[in-house]
């Protein structure tokens, strides 16, 4: 990831709790975004988004909806 396009941890932190909500909180990405947001290590951060990216264009969007209101 470029600096410029990095999610801040908060960012990651409300999107893990976004999916969890709207999948379970057992969903491998939620999980994956919580665990990233928890470390800050950029191999698990670039493991989540990865992970974020492969959902289901409206799962994504649901998820960007709530932490963007």
């Not at 470029?2 to 976004?18: M, R, S, V, W």
């Not at 990405?29 to 800050?40: I, N, P, R, T």
């Given at each position: 990831?470029?600096?410029?396009?990095?999610?801040?941890?908060?960012?990651?932190?409300?999107?893990?709790?976004?999916?969890?909500f709207?999948?379970?909180?057992?969903d491998?990405?939620?999980?994956?975004?919580?665990?990233?947001?928890?470390?800050?290590?950029?191999?698990?951060?670039?493991?989540?988004?990865?992970?974020?990216?492969?959902?289901?264009?409206?799962?994504?969007?649901?998820?960007?909806?709530?932490?963007?209101?």
């Open positions: 990831m470029a600096d410029d396009t990095a999610i801040n941890l908060e960012t990651i932190a409300k999107l893990a709790k976004a999916l969890a709207i999948k379970s909180p057992q491998p990405v939620a999980v994956a975004l919580k665990a990233a947001a928890e470390s800050g290590k950029p191999a698990d951060v670039k493991k989540a988004y990865a992970a974020f990216l492969k959902l289901k264009p409206g799962d994504r969007a649901a998820a960007m909806a709530m932490i963007s209101g």
